[in-house]
């Protein structure tokens, strides 16, 4: 199964996150993502999650304030697509502790990094929320090291 993109957008329709997987002008971007976010916001609440759209099938899901959506192949099986949502929120949810807009705005760089341990070129490259979540943990513990101050004597080993 292979994403094509996913986005995620507010209620009032501000994208917060995107990330494409397949190659795709700037242009064709922009307005791809329009059209959905006003086709998904214009869906009532009791809808099906699942829509037809060009030759894609959209997936879609919303939690809280934020709509997280996925474009995968007409041949693709929505409930697995659901599921790597899912997956996908509860890693923000156990990062952030309950995750909400706020944090994907204000740490948009870690909520990206979060997504590219998880998926791979539209792929799920890790099941296990444990190993993501430690890769997570063990880059933070690099970007932490590295922004600590360090002595001249230290920086050349003296000490």
């Not at 993109?5 to 795709?24: A, C, D, E, I, T």
């Not at 916001?41 to 037809?52: D, G, I, T």
């Not at 099941?127 to 002595?151: F, G, Y």
């Amino acid at each position: 199964m292979t994403m094509q993109f996913m986005l995620l957008f507010s209620r009032q329709g501000k994208l917060r996150l995107q990330k494409w997987y397949v190659p795709l002008s700037d242009k064709e971007k922009k307005k791809i993502t329009r059209e959905l976010v006003q086709t998904v916001l214009a869906r009532k609440p009791k809808m099906c999650s699942f829509l037809e759209w060009r030759d894609l099938k959209i997936v879609y899901k919303r939690y809280a304030s934020l709509y997280f959506c996925c474009a995968i192949e007409d041949q693709d099986n929505e409930l697995i697509t659901l599921e790597i949502i899912h997956r996908y929120v509860e890693l923000l949810d156990k990062y952030f502790g309950s995750v909400c807009e706020l944090d994907i705005i204000f740490n948009f760089e870690k909520a990206y990094f979060i997504l590219d341990e998880f998926l791979l070129g539209g792929e799920a490259q890790e099941t296990s929320k444990k190993n993501v979540l430690k890769a997570i943990e063990q880059a933070d513990l690099l970007q932490e090291e590295a922004e600590t101050p360090r002595s001249v004597l230290e920086e050349i080993g003296l000490t």
